[in-house]
Each structure stands twice: as C-alpha cells, then as structure tokens.
C-alpha cells in the first residue's frame, strides 16, 4: 500500500465543504488521505477556523496581493508544491486558477460545484449565483458535481453527481443549503476518498470508478 496522499483544501469563506472533510477524516472515513494543508483567499474566511480548530496548517494568499489570478495561481502552485501535496481540493474557492495550477497538479485537483453540470456551470456561476439562477429558469431538479479541474470553467471530467430537488417556495438560501446537505457535503469527501485511494480512472472526458475494499 502506498504512503497516505497529502491534500490540500483551497477556501475563500465559510468553508462548511472543508467542514465535511474534516468531519469525514475524524471519522475516519478519508480512506488513503490526510488533510495537510488549507489554504484561504482571504484572511477573513471563516473556514480558517475550522481548520485551526482541526489542527491543519493554515496559509492565506490574499487576493488582493496579486496583480492578476494568474500571478496568485503561480505564487499557489509553488506552495502547495513546496507543501508536497497530492490532491488539491477546491472547496468554495471563489477564483478562476490558470494553466500553471493543472500542469502543477494534472488530474489532480477536484472542484465541488453547486449544480448538476453541465447545467448552470462555468464563468460567473458561483455560490448563491447558481442556485438563483436555477430558481430564474424554473428547474424542478439541481444538485451538485465534484469533477476534476482543466483549463475549462468547471469543463474538467466529472467524478461524482446527486439530484436534489427543487421545493415550491425555494430562495436561493433555502436551495444553497439543501444542495449542500443532501449533495455537496456527501459527494466530496467520497471524491477525495477514491481519490486518495487510486480508484479514479480517467478515460477522456470519462472517470471510471474501480473497485475497492470501502469507500
Ligand atoms: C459551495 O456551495 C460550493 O459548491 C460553491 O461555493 C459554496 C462554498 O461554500 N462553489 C462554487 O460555486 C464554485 N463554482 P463553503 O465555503 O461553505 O464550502
């Protein structure tokens, strides 16, 4: 068996999908991983609590420190290079990283996204934005995708989706928070924990899912 994969988790705020990997790991259930690194946008985000409290080591590269995202995805790629990281998660981190990121890490960084792509995905479509924008066009089923990350917005090869529906009366909180109990906090600590245990195929534009003991 090949030593545990050191991951790495990106946030830019509340970091409750950081919340479930932490909670996953206690329970032992990161199967081949450990959480190694967190590391924030922003100084403020509350997910660098949960990782202080966690016991993770933590890192903020400001935004707002960089000229461009390409300039933060450089400064990114060598730390968590320098880290000796395995699987870079994104986990509600709210900036687009550039080509320097995937050829640091290819097939190697997950994203979590708060939709059932290819519906309601790519640029511009983050956070609360997705679910209004699903309520707008009337969906009666959303959900979320964890998929790895290519040069193309939320285009990367999908691991893992679940369906959740859509109520009478939805706001887009109410909807944010449904997607994210019944979908998001499931799929992806599973995601890393195939990940992390070498059961992801990638095949083109297919992930094949092998088998294994448990997951
Ligand atoms: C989550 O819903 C995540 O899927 C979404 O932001 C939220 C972050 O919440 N990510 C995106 O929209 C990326 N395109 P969290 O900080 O509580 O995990």
């Known amino acids: 068996m090949s030593a545990e994969k050191r991951v790495a988790v990106l946030v830019s705020g509340g970091g409750t999908n950081l919340q479930a990997l932490i909670d996953a790991q206690s329970r032992g259930e990161l199967t081949g991983g450990r959480l ?61 990283l550039t080509g320097e990121m995937i050829q640091a890490f290819p097939n190697a960084i997950l994203n979590v996204h708060p939709a059932l792509i290819p519906s309601f995905c790519g640029e511009g479509f983050y956070g609360l934005r997705v679910h209004r924008r699903a309520l707008e066009r009337g969906v009666k089923v959303t959900g979320a995708t964890v998929h790895f990350v290519n040069e193309e917005p939320d285009g990367g090869p999908i691991i893992l989706q679940k369906a959740v529906d859509v109520l009478e009366g939805d706001t887009p909180e109410a909807l944010q928070r449904r997607v994210m109990e019944q979908a998001e906090w499931q799929l992806l600590p599973r995601a890393v924990s195939l990940f992390c245990q070498g059961r992801l195929r990638v095949e083109g534009r297919t992930v094949h899912i092998l088998e294994g003991g448990s997951a």
């Open 36 to 96: 190694a690194a967190v590391v924030s946008s922003s100084a403020d985000a509350f997910a660098l609590q949960r990782a202080e409290k966690a016991q993770i080591p933590t890192y903020v590269l400001p935004r707002g420190d960089y000229s461009s995202n390409q300039a933060m995805t450089v400064a990114l790629a060598e730390l968590l290079q320098g880290l000796d990281i395995d699987l870079v998660v994104l986990a509600g981190f709210m900036h687009i």
